[in-house]
T-cell receptor
Framework: AQKVTQTQTSISVMEKTTVTMDCVYE???????LFWYKQTASGEIVFLIRQDSYKKENATVGHYSLNFQKPKSSIGLIITATQIEDSAVYFCAMREGITGNTRKLIFGLGTTLQVQP | NAGVIQTPRHKVTGKGQEATLWCEPISGHSAVFWYRQTIVQGLEFLTYFRNQAPIDDSGMPKERFSAQMPNQSHSTLKIQSTQPQDSAVYLC?????????FGPGTRLTVL
């Protein structure tokens, strides 16, 4: 069965520093997709970045990058030069690629990031 | 370019009443998903349509929940005989391929 685990409940960092959020996943599928989403204080859920399981290079979008360690079933999110507005809840999610017909996302419980001035 | 639209944003029902939630996906997106978010369970998948056809409803509570997508511009989630445990934020998402784009959600409160 699919499972996504985020062990860090909350993290607090100073502005302009780098933060890493952890995520481990379980899947039986040989092909899958990993996502990070951000939920702001208003409740809006925003897609940030995606990693395809068959790609060796880590995805990067703006000041977000991923640390994909496939043997460890781990997909960490790295935010560099954090800003106050990065304060939010960050969700890791997984979608299996080829098994069955589903395209559903399985989410972790989230990590709350607070960026301090 | 409008995102996913959900109405109403808030709904309060009495126990035993019916609730219908509406979603308008992003134009051109072929897939529509419904999720539910609670503090305890987090984000849970409910059901999924592709090109308006129901594909996966494995997350739907079988007896009181139903979803439809009568045309490409809207989907509805109906909860009959609402119970206090149905209180949650119900989120609709649409997708052109891999990424899913979420609407603002409908906060349902069952008294």
């Amino acid at each position: 069965a699919q499972k996504v685990t985020q062990t860090q409940t909350s993290i607090s960092v100073m502005e302009k520093t780098t933060v890493t959020m952890d995520c481990v996943y379980e899947t039986q599928d040989s092909s899958y997709f990993l996502f990070w989403y951000k939920q702001t204080a208003s409740g809006e859920i925003v897609f940030l970045i995606r990693q395809d399981s068959y790609k060796k290079e880590n995805a990067t979008v703006g000041h977000y990058s991923l640390n994909f360690q496939k043997p460890k079933s781990s997909i960490g999110l790295i935010i560099t030069a954090t800003q106050i507005e990065d304060s939010a809840v960050y969700f890791c999610a997984m979608r299996e690629g080829i098994t069955g017909n589903t395209r559903k996302l399985i989410f972790g419980l989230g990590t709350t990031l607070q960026v301090q001035p | 370019n409008a995102g996913v639209i959900q109405t109403p944003r808030h709904k309060v029902t009495g126990k035993g009443q019916e609730a219908t939630l509406w979603c308008e996906p992003i134009s051109g997106h072929s897939a529509v998903f419904w999720y539910r978010q609670t503090i305890v369970q987090g984000l849970e998948f409910l059901t999924y349509f592709r090109n308006q056809a129901p594909i996966d409803d494995s997350g739907m509570p079988k007896e009181r929940f139903s979803a439809q997508m009568p045309n490409q511009s809207h989907s509805t989630l109906k909860i009959q005989s609402t119970q206090p445990q149905d209180s949650a934020v119900y989120l609709c998402a649409s997708s052109p391929s891999l990424e899913q784009y979420f609407g603002p959600g409908t906060r349902l409160t069952v008294l």
